[in-house]
T-cell receptor
Framework: DTAVSQTPKYLVTQMGNDKSIKCEQN?????MYWYKQDSKKFLKIMFS???????INETVPNRFSPKSPDKAHLNLHINSLELGDSAVYFC????????????FGPGTRLTVL | DQQVKQNSPSLSVQEGRISILNCDYT??????FLWYKKYPAEGPTFLIS?????DKNEDGRFTVFLNKSAKHLSLHIVPSQPGDSAVYFC????????????FGTGTRLTVIP
């Protein structure tokens, strides 16, 4: 029974396209996150979302936008994809904004051609 | 600016021996530290954590040591088992700030049977 799931697992697309990655957690957690792992294996926070409050890492381009239809979902929309967006994207969740243990999804490998 | 660093990209250890993974950080505001384990094609899995009020936390074969003055922490695995072979990420955050984890780049541990 997967706690944090992401779809798709792999995504290959052309530059300039718009794509979405879905994330769902069945842990009843209040806070969800998106991380990007780049080619150097560096895991970096992109967004955290808690009770309708969005905290954005200021280095994230505004082409990236998280959308939360409900507490169990935080989807990542990416507009006008660029080559540099190629990476593995991880979704995570935690019990609350003050909880330090985050549970990660399996990741989505995005390749932009 | 990488605030959490793991300077050893890889480590090989014989089964049954001790594995020691190291992590350094630069931000003195960090007061909570975590280790995550990651298998290929899976998301990071929480392993063990320590708060800055402690200098040691033990959970079974896993022990994390924190040296605040040196801004250094280490993960000890004793005895090492082949199933421990994975990439280990050190992460840190500040309990007083947003719950954003800052990750190191990981150390790939290989336990040789």
């Amino acid at each position: 029974d997967t706690a944090v799931s992401q779809t798709p697992k792999y995504l290959v697309t052309q530059m300039g396209n718009d794509k979405s990655i879905k994330c769902e957690q069945n842990l009843g957690h209040d806070t969800m996150y998106w991380y990007k792992q780049d080619s150097k294996k560096f895991l970096k926070i992109m967004f955290s979302y808690n009770n309708k409050e969005l905290i954005i890492n200021e280095t994230v381009p505004n082409r990236f936008s998280p959308k939360s239809p409900d507490k169990a979902h935080l989807n990542l929309h990416i507009n006008s994809l660029e080559l540099g967006d190629s990476a593995v994207y991880f979704c995570a969740s935690s019990q609350g904004a003050d909880s330090d243990t985050q549970y990660f999804g399996p990741g989505t490998r995005l390749t932009v051609l | 600016d990488q605030q959490v660093k793991q300077n050893s990209p890889s480590l090989s250890v014989q089964e049954g021996r001790i594995s020691i993974l190291n992590c350094d950080y630069t931000n003195s505001m960090f007061d909570y530290f975590l280790w995550y384990k990651k298998y290929p094609a899976e998301g990071p899995t929480f392993l063990i954590s320590i708060s800055s009020i402690k200098d040691k936390n033990e959970d079974g074969r896993f022990t994390v040591f924190l040296n605040k003055s040196a801004k250094h922490l280490s993960l000890h695995i004793v005895p090492s088992q082949p199933g421990d072979s994975a990439v280990y990420f050190c992460a840190a955050n500040s309990l007083t700030g947003a719950n954003n984890l800052f990750f190191g780049t990981g150390t790939r541990l290989t336990v040789i049977p």
